[in-house]
């Protein structure tokens, strides 16, 4: 998924749920985060204080993607969250749509988020996790063959001839890129072999699985509408638990808004166009009550307050600072997922 759905998608979820405005910017951006955070940086105080980086994504060329360590510690519990269904550990490893361990995970983070002082960020790095699954699945957070598709069966279904002509352009220049930086090694990662396909809400596609060539049919819209609903439903169940986050009037239920969100998830347009389609929703009050204002991401505000950190520059109340608390709340999920979620489920990987 893109900056429309973990960024604009969530926010307008939040507040469809019935979260307060600013609660709701906290938790849509750090959803987004989750793809923004590439910094790997410490920073020591002489007094013994220190705020240590977490990292939660990679740019697609960079070298650290073959690193199977960089693997473990990043696509799997941020984006390829593992569904452990199966009989083999290749079966386990793979994403599967809303399973159940990440059920699990959802209302173990919630729970959590209700009472924590990075509650906010944990949410949203959770509805993150958690929407991945409904584009990710079928493919796995590791440098894996089962992730390879087989030459030429990608089969593309688009009503629009001009964004049918972009998106082919953006694979092809993709792939290319990868080979002129000599990082063809890390296309069977998750769904590199698939480009930025399973990232498109209004797509319908298909392809063959190179290992046994059997053909996968995907529709997109229906997998974002199902998450869509997922996250809806999660956000409720989080403001069940921390009220103090909620806003009087702004909540809809999700018969209420079902339709619009379809919509919104069929265009079949470029990035920009489908962030435009979630900002006049919002603003035309067909998503929830309550303000129409849309609030533009300060994700680069969290990473220039680390690019200046220096020592002698770190404040007194250096908690408080809104990437140290989506650090925090990183930190607490990826040990989790690593450490207690996935291991009882037969799925080693920490």
Request: glycine share 8%; net charge positive.
């Amino acid at each position: 998924m893109k900056t429309d759905m973990h960024y604009f998608g969530v926010y307008a979820l939040a507040r469809a749920a019935g979260m307060r405005e600013k609660a709701a910017e906290i938790v849509a951006t750090a959803s987004e985060y989750v793809d923004g955070a590439i910094w790997d940086k410490e920073v020591f105080l002489k007094d013994g204080r220190s705020i240590l980086s977490e990292m939660t994504a990679h740019r697609m060329l960079d070298f650290k993607n073959a690193d199977r360590e960089d693997q473990r510690r990043v696509w799997l519990p941020f984006h390829f969250l593992p569904g452990a269904e199966g009989e083999t550990p290749t079966d386990k490893l793979l994403c599967r749509k809303n399973s159940r361990i990440a059920k699990t995970m959802v209302r173990r983070n919630t729970a959590i988020a209700a009472e924590a002082p990075y509650g906010l960020y944990l949410m949203g790095i959770t509805a993150h996790v958690y929407a991945d699954t409904f584009a990710h699945y079928g493919f796995m957070g590791a440098n894996h063959s089962y992730n390879a598709i087989r030459a030429g069966s990608i089969d593309l279904q688009v009503s629009d001839e001009g964004i049918f002509q972009y998106i082919k352009n953006k694979a092809d220049g993709f792939i290319n890129k990868l080979i002129s930086y000599g990082l063809s090694q890390t296309i069977p990662l998750g769904h590199g072999a698939a480009t930025t396909y399973p990232d498109r809400p209004y797509l319908r596609w298909s392809y063959a699985r190179d290992t046994d060539g059997k053909t996968v049919e995907r529709e997109n819209p229906k997998d974002y509408l199902a998450g869509c609903r997922a996250m809806h439903e999660m956000f409720q169940a989080y403001l069940d638990k921390a009220p103090r986050q909620g806003e009087s009037g702004a909540g809809r239920k999700w018969k209420d808004i079902r339709k619009s969100v379809k919509k919104i998830l069929e265009l079949e347009g470029d990035k920009q166009a489908r962030v435009r389609a979630w900002k006049e929703a919002i603003r035309d009050n067909r998503l929830f009550g309550g303000s129409t204002r849309v609030p533009q991401y300060k994700g680069h505000k969290w990473s220039a307050s680390i690019d200046d950190l220096e020592p002698e520059k770190i404040p007194k109340d250096i908690d408080k600072l809104p990437v140290y608390r989506f650090y925090q709340a990183a930190r607490i999920h990826r040990a989790h997922v690593l450490s207690n979620l996935l291991p009882p489920n037969d799925v080693i990987a920490a």
